[in-house]
């Protein structure tokens, strides 16, 4: 079954108030359990980021730069997408979904 990389991107909005935070966390939980068979890796957060090119290494990453990730399995690409359109995450970001290429 093919594999599909679900990358998280923060725009910048947050929720108003602590009780705002934990109500879109509990929807993305109910989110998670919903397609808990097709989330085989459904949460990694990353921390500690650094953006590297040909001159210089900086500290924090891009702006807007990938802030976790999730793999999910679906029979297509329009079944992913199916997916991810109703992740509660679309309310604070953006998700970049890619399918990824078996190299075996």
């Not at 679900?6 to 108030?17: D, F, Q, V």
């Not at 989330?39 to 210089?56: A, C, D, F, R």
């Not at 976790?68 to 029979?75: E, H, M």
């Amino acid at each position: 079954m093919p594999r599909f990389i679900m990358s998280y991107h923060h725009s910048g909005k947050t929720p108003a108030t602590p009780k705002e935070g934990e109500a879109q966390m509990e929807r993305y939980m109910a989110w998670m359990k919903q397609h808990a068979t097709a989330l085989v890796e459904p949460q990694n957060p990353l921390k500690n980021k650094h953006l590297i090119t040909e001159s210089q290494t900086i500290e924090g990453g891009k702006a807007g730069s990938m802030m976790g990730y999730s793999i999910l399995t679906a029979d297509s690409i329009d079944d992913a997408l199916a997916i991810v359109r109703d992740c509660p995450f679309l309310e604070m970001g953006d998700i970049e979904l890619a399918e990824i290429i078996d190299m075996q």
